[in-house]
T-cell receptor, first 114, second 114 residues
Framework: GAVVSQHPSRVICKSGTSVKIECRSL??????MFWYRQFPKQSLMLMAT?????????EQGVEKDKFLINHASLTLSTLTVTSAHPEDSSFYIC??????????FGPGTRLLVL | GENVEQHPSTLSVQEGDSAVIKCTYS??????FPWYKQELGKGPQLIID?????GEKKDQRIAVTLNKTAKHFSLHITETQPEDSAVYFC?????????????FGKGTLLTVNP
């Protein structure tokens, strides 16, 4: 299957700092990518849809000024957690569809805010 | 919107036995149903998917069945092995839609005991 990478895999930061997470589709182009958040022992919660060349679409309850998304190219989307706080600690996962349906997920980024 | 229910939440089987995980969906327009396997600390991995024009699909020890009338689909794993232990998520989406959104079930923790 297609390969999606994320960087970094793990990040620890101090409260109040911003953290950028990259998501790349390595062997295909993706005009759309998705960002999810997953708490321990829970399902994936869709945060936003990243659209190349246009603004991201955020799910209800997700603060767009808190979670900045930029789809810089057909293979790269970034999620920036601004002014991170301990409650933002979570596992962040991106996905990208190849073709019209099949979504491939990245390996995830573990964020810990102290 | 779409709602996906998944059962059971935990499943423990002996090595070599079969495992069955069931999901129901609410939106009759959904026509694409993937299954993902997630190991601890990793991103979800697509293991099999089915489209609504097909009733069953097999890939070695894994099979998925779909009943459109009843709006439920199931994952069947035969001859289970310890490496099958993971969390399994079902999902539903509308293939060909403009946003490819997946709605996930809450997940099933499968434990295969040697």
């Amino acid at each position: 299957g297609a390969v999606v990478s994320q960087h970094p895999s793990r990040v620890i930061c101090k409260s109040g700092t911003s953290v950028k997470i990259e998501c790349r589709s390595l062997d295909f182009q993706a005009t759309t990518m998705f960002w999810y958040r997953q708490f321990p022992k829970q399902s994936l919660m869709l945060m936003a849809t990243s659209n190349e060349g246009s603004k991201a679409t955020y799910e209800q309850g997700v603060e767009k000024d808190k979670f900045l998304i930029n789809h810089a190219s057909l293979t790269l989307s970034t999620l920036t957690v601004t002014s991170a706080h301990p409650e933002d600690s979570s596992f962040y996962i991106c996905s990208a569809p190849q073709g019209v349906e099949t979504q491939y997920f990245g390996p995830g980024t573990r964020l810990l805010v102290l | 919107g779409e709602n996906v229910e998944q059962h059971p939440s935990t499943l423990s089987v002996q090595e070599g036995d079969s495992a069955v995980i069931k999901c129901t969906y609410s939106d009759s327009a959904s026509n694409y149903f993937p299954w993902y396997k997630q190991e601890l600390g990793k991103g979800p991995q697509l293991i099999i998917d089915i489209r609504s024009n097909v009733g069953e699909k097999k890939d070695q020890r894994i099979a998925v069945t779909l009943n459109k009338t009843a709006k439920h689909f199931s994952l069947h794993i035969t001859e289970t092995q310890p490496e099958d232990s993971a969390v399994y998520f079902c999902a539903a989406s509308i293939m060909g839609g403009s946003n490819y959104k997946l709605t996930f079930g809450k997940g099933t923790l499968l434990t295969v005991n040697p």
